[in-house]
């Protein structure tokens, strides 16, 4: 179920729309996640990566960030991550059709507040049961959601951590996984070779022996 969706010009946080979905389970957890969502989007920068999860206690952000604008929803861990993704560019396409020109020039916060019936309208057909079934009629770019980035919403946002520098420590750790990778590759042909020479050795300091020792 997707439950809080919120679109925010990226050069300055400010919310332009939002919508919630009311969730007696969550009651005042739904108001802290809604507060998380704010500082995020008041957290992205030009350099942050444009698609990203974010995992928060029992739920995930996901957001997209299209033309300096970004689209955020929070979700539960089970819905699928390509349908959550597809509702936010769907969202993208909208809103900027919509307000496209006016995205730079407003001041006030949820200046298009109205375009919740949209996002309603829109979630309504991502969440029904035969809309989640029919994942062939999904973006075809959006088929590798698996290497989109994960980080953790605390680490981003009480340590003050960047986007921008989990994802640089992530290349980092990948670049230093495929090194390791490399030199074990390498160390394990080295030891092959190593024991394939031992035994070639043994093998003509035998037959050298028994030539000898038979003549």
């Known amino acids: 179920m997707i439950l809080l969706t919120m679109i925010a010009r990226v050069a300055d946080g400010l919310p332009l729309a939002a919508s919630m979905q009311e969730n007696d389970q969550l009651g005042r957890d739904l108001q802290q996640y ?22 928060a206690k029992d739920m995930n952000f996901h957001y997209l960030i299209a033309d300096g604008v970004c689209y ?3 979700c539960e861990p089970s819905f699928p991550k390509k349908i959550v993704f597809s509702y936010l560019e769907e969202l993208h396409r909208e809103f900027s059709d919509q307000y496209g020109r006016k995205i730079s020039i407003v001041t ?3 200046s298009f507040i109205e375009f919740d019936t949209y996002i309603q309208k829109t979630k309504k057909l991502y969440i029904d049961s035969r809309a989640r079934r029919n994942l062939g009629s999904i973006n075809t770019e959006l088929q590798d959601v698996q290497r989109i980035m994960v980080a953790n919403i605390e680490e981003v946002l009480q340590r003050g951590e960047s986007l921008s520098a989990l994802e640089t420590k992530g290349n980092n750790l990948s670049t ?22 031992a035994v070639a050795v043994f093998v003509i300091t035998l037959i050298i022996y028994v030539r000898f020792w038979w003549l």
């Open 108 to 110: 006030r916060p949820y």
């Open 72 to 74: 955020l929803s929070l």
């Open 176 to 197: 230093l996984s495929k090194k390791y990778r490399s030199d074990a590759k390498y160390l394990n042909t080295r030891s092959t070779y190593a024991k394939v020479a």
């Open 34 to 55: 809604q507060s998380q969502a704010k500082q995020l989007c008041r957290k992205l920068d030009a350099q942050s990566p444009d698609r990203c999860t974010l995992e």
